[in-house]
């Protein structure tokens, strides 16, 4: 699934085949009130340039099913964030 990071920099640190926790904070919610999404989700591409700001650059993400739900369901606006853990 492809997650569009709050912060693309963080793309220049990520590498297919990393493990990453998926953070998400809802539209609207504090920047203290992140949620763990997705724990050790495997990096299967890192597309696009780290500095982009059009929206071009993505992270693909190995999600289960319910966790890539989560993330579809979410309201326009949430931002994601990830922790690399390997």
Do not use: N
């Not at 990520?14 to 920047?31: F, I, M």
């Not at 780290?50 to 289960?64: C, F, I, N």
């Amino acid at each position: 699934m492809p997650i569009r990071l709050a912060e693309p920099a963080a793309l220049a640190v990520l590498r297919p085949g990393a493990r990453v926790d998926l953070l998400v904070v809802p539209a609207g919610g504090a920047a203290g009130t992140a949620t763990l999404l997705a724990p050790r989700a495997l990096v299967l591409d890192v597309v696009g340039a780290a500095g982009a700001v059009d929206g071009s650059s993505a992270l693909y993400l190995a999600l289960r099913p319910e966790q890539a739900q989560r993330a579809v369901g979410l309201p326009e606006g949430s931002r994601f964030a990830v922790v690399v853990r390997e």
